[in-house]
């Protein structure tokens, strides 16, 4: 036995003992498609040192590129948008912008998917194209279509699809618009977050077909969300809730915050709403939806942490801060942001703080709303 079959049967056993693998046909898929093959230029790796979030290159001639390749974590493949593992030596500190998900993460979404055989399907971001062969074994590549915004990144999916022996249908261009010359399909997943479900993607989507994305927001709390759509030409569905978090999708990114506000003016008041109450997954997930356009950041002033909620386009901002057992909030701009959050997080534990699969997610042609049922 080849040393990438036993990592792949390794995976597979390691995947369904975890329970992210739970039928014999993604199974066999995890068995037979070599994850290997969609890294060739390498990956990044989070570099243990002080500070802020350094990456090192992982090539394929270093003695832990194989093995890496195999384990259950999401593995960097492009840096700020242009750099590959390859171009550069030592470490980076910008954003990553393209990655190889966790293959656990993966194998949970195409498995919530709910394909059968027959269905064809439209995946939102190739990336490198794991899941996509992934997709290919499973139905047979004639079925899959995959979309991906980044020319080059698709062209690395493209090639290493076709060395793992696949040869699905590749479209470069902004898959928040779908690809509506293979419409209607039968599965649509997303493997990027969006703020909020194109409803192009309902409209390319049969009834009775099923949309499974991950529904995110700036604040970065985001869950998957499992739609089907109906009759009437608008999607619904809960959240699965299981705290996944995915880039989102490149034209839906929060712009630059710019030149911060003069937060030392505004109007004050003290909030029974801790700022720390945002570090719960869960109700910050809530606050985005009373917020969604808000960018969350900390500063450090007077020897004390100040919380900044600000939302740039509306010029709007809050600043919460603790004064010994107190939290005090100041606000500016022509919306509350803290009152808007505070009254929605509010509302939401009155309820019994639902949890999150207790959330219906709803798209029509009017845009998206996300609630939850009362506890």
């Known amino acids: 036995m080849n040393d990438d079959k036993a990592l792949r049967l390794a995976l597979a056993e390691r995947l369904t003992a975890g329970g992210h693998?739970?039928?014999?046909?993604?199974?066999?898929?995890?068995?037979?498609?070599?994850?290997?093959?969609?890294l060739p230029g390498g990956y990044f790796q989070r570099a243990d040192t002080p500070g802020p979030t350094a990456w090192r290159p992982v090539l394929p001639d270093d003695p832990e590129w194989l093995d890496g390749c195999y384990q259950d974590t999401?593995?960097?493949?492009?840096?700020?948008?242009?750099?590959?593992?390859?171009?550069?030596?030592?470490?980076?500190?910008?954003?990553?912008?393209?990655?190889s998900t966790l293959p656990g993460l993966v194998v949970r979404m195409l498995e919530d998917l709910q394909v059968e055989?027959?269905?064809?399907?439209?995946?939102?971001?190739?990336?490198?194209?794991?899941?996509?062969?992934?997709?290919?074994?499973?139905?047979?590549?004639?079925?899959?279509?995959?979309?991906?915004?980044?020319?080059?990144?698709?062209?690395?999916?493209?090639?290493?699809?076709?060395?793992?022996?696949?040869?699905?249908?590749?479209?470069?261009?902004?898959?928040?618009?779908?690809?509506?010359?293979?419409?209607?399909?039968?599965?649509?997943?997303?493997?990027?977050?969006?703020?909020?479900?194109?409803?192009?993607?309902?409209?390319?989507?049969?009834?009775?077909?099923?949309?499974?994305?991950?529904?995110?927001?700036?604040?970065?709390?985001?869950?998957?969300?499992r739609l089907t759509v109906g009759e009437d030409g608008t999607a619904r569905g809960r959240l699965l809730d299981g705290h996944v978090s995915f880039m989102i999708a490149r034209p839906q990114l929060a712009p630059p915050l710019g030149l911060l506000p003069d937060i030392d003016v505004g109007e004050q008041r003290t909030t029974l709403l801790p700022a720390d109450a945002l570090e719960d997954w869960g109700t910050r997930f809530v606050a985005q939806l009373a917020a969604p356009q808000a960018q969350r950041l900390t500063l450090s002033r007077d020897g004390r942490t100040e919380h900044l909620l600000i939302d740039v386009d509306a010029g709007a901002w809050a600043a919460v801060v603790q004064d010994g057992q107190t939290w005090t909030v100041r606000q500016?701009?022509?919306?509350?942001?803290?009152?808007?959050?505070?009254?929605?997080?509010?509302?939401?534990?009155?309820?019994?703080?639902?949890?999150?699969?207790q959330f219906e997610v709803t798209v029509s042609p009017e845009g998206q709303t996300v609630a939850w049922s009362r506890g």
């Open 332 to 357: 500016g701009g022509p919306t509350r942001l803290w009152d808007d959050v505070e009254e929605t997080v509010t509302r939401w534990r009155v309820d019994g703080a639902p949890g999150l699969d």
């Open 117 to 225: 055989d027959g269905n064809r399907v439209l995946e939102i971001g190739t990336g490198t194209g794991y899941s996509t062969g992934l997709l290919c074994h499973r139905l047979g590549e004639d079925l899959v279509t995959s979309m991906e915004v980044d020319p080059e990144v698709s062209t690395r999916a493209r090639a290493a699809l076709g060395h793992a022996g696949y040869a699905p249908l590749l479209i470069t261009g902004d898959g928040l618009a779908g690809h509506l010359d293979g419409a209607p399909y039968d599965r649509l997943i997303a493997t990027c977050a969006v703020t909020e479900v194109p409803y192009a993607w309902v409209e390319q989507t049969r009834p009775g077909g099923i949309i499974l994305g991950t529904v995110s927001g700036w604040l970065h709390s985001s869950e998957l969300a």
């Open 21 to 38: 693998l739970r039928t014999d046909p993604w199974r066999a898929a995890v068995e037979a498609v070599p994850r290997h093959e969609f």
């Open 74 to 99: 999401s593995l960097v493949t492009q840096i700020a948008g242009t750099i590959a593992p390859c171009d550069i030596r030592g470490e980076i500190l910008r954003e990553p912008t393209s990655s």
